[in-house]
Every structure is written in structure tokens, then in C-alpha cells.
């Protein structure tokens, strides 16, 4: 080892054990080596004398010195005078200039605390540091810390290889976004309220025979994360809400700004935010809609509405039931009427846009069925219904315009065509691009694409006819395929041509009934009889009313020479020349489908 020393003084060795090592460090140990021995004297109070070798006699010391003697090839003269090498060490010299030492050179040691110009050794040094901290230093390597050593604590959710004070674990384990709880507090209330922030990560009970609002915190302005497990205990629905310019995420959808959310009986969410959107899992009693996927379609649960009944299902799809048995089928079932008639169409339209009127709930309600074919239970139809208005959007300006739903899923779609649907026994079903067809042998509709005619769930529900740019006429096809007329004057008199629209929207198989009801006793008949075949009698013979029907209109003509309305008395059976009295009858129209 080699080292530079400026200003150093040497301290005056006391120990000979002293001396002895700093010979050693001073000479390296070829040299060393040469000598055969070592002899250490006082010569007087400040003097010490080494001896090296065979010397006879040693030079004249001066203080504070140490002669080193070289022995060389022989021995000192015993005159006293020196011959060969020798070496003198002042030991109280003071260096100048800088010093170079070799080796592992050694120092005296000196007290802590010395502000002196003495050499500081590394014994020193470690002393020094080990009183000044009063700790044992460390390494950098491995250290081994005791007692209670502290480190900056890093920012929060810092995520490096800075060391994690436990004061940053505390803070993490704090925080919502990483809280644990062994044991979630739990809050519990009965009246409305607002939860805190500091209360995130608890369980909410609510519990009152009465409904109250439970109020999540404003998280709008905030970054903390909040969240809260809410379980409604009690027998009555329980509202929860959020502040203004906060929303609710559910099932549902997203609620408006403030908006609420209502937790069943026995029901549980879970919400959670990191601003103002509140998200909601929602976990609701068994029964309860919200914890079903509730519909129609495939995959879904049927629920019954609020009356207990069911809602309109495809029928086709149900197995060993007799699927959806309806009284008719391909027809409107029900909806609003006026008069026993359907009035769901307006009379007229401003544009070329038709929205049906009058549909709402329970029996205002449109219901339409869909002949589907037959199945291995029978007739197979499909229904489907809508408790709010209908709109037709685009018809064709200037021609009579088919108005049709589609049912899927239990609801209605909208569509309109030019082309008039067709109504055919069997036969061969025509693929033009549009055209409807309805077999009433396979008891389906079909819709052709230009090179086929694939089955659809479709019924024609009415038809308009448009100007250039507004709807001028509608009408609403009679509800189940049956228009019934009771008139309520006298029999029509000889000549009399009588035609009613009974808009059932077809012409195919359609079955037409005149009849009268005695309203006044006569011939034996009492008042309610109804008369199936009433008889105008010419002179030479008794002929029926000719009925005939078109597409929505159905008429009839008494003969123009007898007015009479004949029939057998009931009580003799005898024929009556003069008929029945005009005024003690009325007649009836009854007009359905033969399928």
C-alpha cells in the first residue's frame, strides 16, 4: 500500500512493540530478512538504539533518533565508526514535502474527538463515525437495520423499487381501490340518507316498513373511488338515488341526472364509482323480474304481467301444448273499438305517414295473431301485441296502400306494401319480389324475394288509400274476421238495395247471413226469435234473398214487386200470403271467413 502524507508529524514510540512493527513496515521484508537479528535499548531518556546484525559498537545516537544499522558483508569496525549503510530515523520529524509510503503502513491510534493535525487511521475514522450517529454503520450491500430505522415515505400509488414505509402500506391499504376488510362495517338505516365517503367498502342495511330514499354521495367533483354493498331488509321496495349530475347504471340502462333505482324486497346491489357514473350489480330476491332475463325469446323466462296472465309467446315453439290456441287465426284478435267496430286507424292523414290511435293497456290493447302452420300439438300460431300507438312511415302517394305487422317476440313491427296480399287454397305461391300470400290450406303467409316464398309471421291489419302527399281514407279490418249489422228500423221495403262495409279485408271463403228478429210478436214468434231464411215470394214461387259480398262490402236487394218479408207460422205451420210486418222485425248481417 502506498500513501502520500503532507505535515505529518511522528509521535516519539514508547513501546518497543511500537518500534518493532514500524521497522517492519519501513523496510520491505527482502530486506529485512538480511538481518540476523534485531536488538532493541534506551540508550537515555530520549534515546533508543536498534541494533541490527553483529554490531560492535553502535554510531552516536542523538535524541529522538533511530539508528538502523546495515550489516552488509560485515560487521561495524570495532572502533564505533560505521561502515556500510546505515539509515537514521528522526522520529519526531515533520515532513514538508509529500510523503510516498509502501505496504500496509500503520499509524498510532488516536482518541476520538482529537482535532489535532495527527494522522487519522481507519480505526479512527470508524470510531468517529460509530460516537458522531451513535449506530453501527451499515453496509451498502445487505445492511442488517435494528431498532427502528425510518425511510421517505414514496407519494401514493406509487409503484417503483422505492422501500414501502408503513406509512405508504397504511395509506394503500386504505384506499378503496385496494381496501381489505376482514370484517366490512355495517351501517344500518331506516330513514332517508345520505352515505358518506369515509363509509365506502361498507354493507348498507335498510330496514323499515316504510319506503325512504338512501342517497349515494356527490362523486362528480371527487377522484375517490367509492363503493357500498346495499341490502334492502326489509318488506317493501327501497329507492336508492344519486346527486345531481350523477347517474345510475343498471340493467335498465342509464338513468337521467339525479336519477333513482329501486332495490325489491329482500334485495341486494352492489355500486360502485370512480366519479359520477354509479355503476350497479344487481342481485334481487329470487321472483323478482330484475334477477330474470324475462321475454319471449329464446333463452328468456316468461313472466305473468300485472293480471296474472300470460304475454304473448310464439306458440310454435311450445312442445306438447296445444300452441297458442286462438278462436281465429291470421287476424287482428282485439283492440280499441267504438260501437263493437275497430278504431285503432284515424279517418285521414296529413302526410304520407299514418299513426294508429287509440292503443293503450289492458283491452284497448292491439292483439294480432299469425297463422303459423300445423305442428304435432295442432294449429300453430303466433302472437304478439302493442299497448302504444303504431306508426306506418313512407306509404306510397297516390294508390291504395296495404297496412301489415310483423310479430316477433311478441311484438309488433310496422310495414305496408302496394301489392294486395292474396288469399289462395293451395296452389302454387307466387315469388314476385313483395308479394304476399297466404295459404289457407298450409295455414301460412308467404313473402316472395323474386326467386322464392319463404314463410313469415305476417298479418294485414288494414288499408289506406293516399293522395300526393297525405293519407285520404283508411280502413281497419274487422277484429277476428267478423262483422256483425243489426239494424235497428223496419225490414226494408220492396226495391231496396242495402250494402255494408264489414271490412274483414278478404273476399276468400267469406260467408254472409241475412236475418231477422222479431222485435213485436207475430205469427207465432215471440220477441228475440231470429229468423235464418226469410222469404220474399213472387208469383210462382218462394225465392231466398240473394246476399253477395266483395272484399269489405256485403249487400242485399228486396224484390222489386213484393215487399214482403214471408214466413210459416210458427204455432200452424201455414204460410203466410201477406208476410211479416215490417215494422215488428229487424234484420241482421253477419259476415266472417270460412277459415
Not at 470508524?126 to 450517529?133: C, I, K, L
Not at 324486497?265 to 342481485?283: R, S, T
Not at 262490402?553 to 210459416?568: C, D, E, K
Request: aromatic share 8%; with cysteine; glycine share 10%.
Amino acid at each position: 500500500m502506498t500513501g502520500v502524507v503532507t505535515n505529518f508529524v511522528a509521535n516519539t514510540l514508547a513501546r518497543a512493540d511500537q518500534i518493532n512493527a514500524a521497522f517492519l513496515q519501513a523496510f520491505p521484508a527482502s530486506a529485512v530478512t538480511t538481518f540476523s537479528e534485531t536488538v532493541l535499548s534506551k540508550t537515555s531518556a530520549s534515546q533508543w538504539r536498534v541494533t541490527v546484525g553483529a554490531v560492535a559498537a553502535p554510531a552516536a545516537a542523538n535524541d529522538n533518533e533511530v539508528a538502523l544499522f546495515d550489516t552488509g558483508a560485515g560487521a561495524v569496525k570495532s572502533s564505533g565508526a560505521v561502515w556500510g549503510d546505515v539509515a537514521r530515523v528522526n522520529i519526531n520529524q515533520t515532513w514538508t514535502a509529500a510523503q510516498t509510503f509502501n505496504g500496509g503502513a500503520l499509524v498510532p491510534n488516536q482518541s476520538v474527538g482529537e482535532g489535532n493535525g495527527n494522522v487519522a487511521n481507519t480505526k479512527y475514522v470508524y470510531d468517529f463515525f460509530n460516537a458522531a450517529f451513535n449506530v453501527t454503520v451499515a453496509p451498502l450491500a445487505s445492511p442488517a437495520f435494528t431498532g427502528n430505522p425510518t425511510a421517505p415515505t414514496p407519494s401514493a400509488g406509487d409503484n417503483d423499487t422505492s422501500i414501502a414505509t408503513t406509512a405508504f402500506v397504511q395509506g394503500e391499504l386504505n384506499s378503496p381501490k385496494v381496501r381489505v376488510l376482514a370484517s366490512p362495517p355495517i351501517q344500518n338505516y331506516s330513514a332517508n340518507v345520505t352515505l358518506a365517503k369515509s363509509d365506502t367498502g361498507s354493507i348498507i342495511r335498510l330496514s323499515s316498513g316504510t319506503t325512504f330514499i338512501t342517497t349515494l354521495p356527490d362523486n362528480g367533483t371527487g377522484t375517490q373511488p367509492c363503493k357500498y354493498y346495499i341490502f334492502n331488509a326489509s318488506t317493501v321496495p327501497q329507492t336508492l338515488k344519486v346527486a345531481a349530475n350523477n347517474y345510475i347504471y343498471s340493467r335498465s340502462g342509464v338513468s337521467a341526472s339525479g336519477g333513482t333505482y329501486t332495490i325489491a324486497p329482500k334485495g341486494a346491489v352492489a355500486v360502485y364509482a370512480a366519479n359520477w357514473d354509479w355503476h350497479l350489480i344487481e342481485n334481487p330476491p329470487l321472483g323478482s323480474a330484475a334477477l330474470l332475463n324475462v321475454g319471449t325469446s329464446a333463452g328468456q323466462v316468461v313472466q305473468l304481467d300485472g293480471s296474472a296472465r300470460l304475454p304473448a309467446v310464439d306458440g310454435s315453439q311450445l312442445t306438447n301444448v296445444n300452441a297458442a290456441a286462438v278462436p281465429v287465426r291470421q287476424t287482428v284478435l282485439s283492440g280499441p273499438a267504438a260501437s263493437g267496430l275497430p278504431n285503432f286507424l284515424p279517418a285521414t292523414s296529413g302526410s304520407l305517414s299514418l299513426t294508429s290511435q287509440n292503443i293503450s293497456t289492458g283491452s284497448a290493447a292491439l292483439v294480432v295473431t299469425a297463422a303459423n302452420g300445423f305442428g304435432a300439438s295442432g294449429a300453430a300460431n303466433v302472437i304478439g301485441m302493442s299497448t302504444t300507438n303504431l306508426t306506418w312511415s313512407g306509404l306510397a302517394a297516390s294508390t291504395t296502400v296495404y297496412l301489415g305487422v310483423t310479430i316477433s317476440g311478441g311484438a309488433l313491427t310496422p310495414f305496408s306494401t302496394t301489392l294486395e296480399p292474396v288469399y289462395q287454397r293451395g296452389g302454387t305461391i307466387s315469388t314476385t319480389n313483395g308479394q304476399y300470400t297466404f295459404d289457407i290450406v298450409a295455414m301460412q303467409m308467404y313473402l316472395g324475394n323474386g326467386s322464392v316464398a319463404n314463410p313469415v309471421n305476417a298479418v294485414f291489419v288494414g288499408e289506406v288509400v293516399t293522395g300526393a302527399s297525405s293519407v285520404t281514407s283508411t280502413i281497419a279490418y274487422a277484429y277476428q274476421g267478423i262483422y256483425v249489422y243489426d239494424d235497428t228500423g223496419s225490414l226494408p221495403g220492396a226495391g231496396t238495395n242495402v250494402a255494408k262495409n264489414h271490412n274483414i279485408g278478404v273476399n276468400a271463403d267469406v260467408v254472409a247471413r241475412l236475418r231477422a228478429r222479431c222485435v213485436t210478436a207475430e205469427l207465432g214468434y215471440s220477441v228475440g226469435d231470429m229468423l235464418d231464411c226469410p222469404h220474399l215470394w213472387g208469383s210462382a214461387a218462394a225465392a231466398s234473398f240473394e246476399v253477395a259480398t266483395r272484399k269489405n262490402v256485403v249487400t242485399f236487394t228486396t224484390g222489386s214487386t213484393y215487399a214482403g218479408w214471408h214466413a210459416v207460422n210458427l204455432s200452424t205451420g201455414a204460410t203466410s200470403t201477406t208476410g211479416l210486418t215490417l215494422a215488428r222485425w229487424r234484420y241482421q248481417i253477419r259476415v266472417e271467413r270460412g277459415w
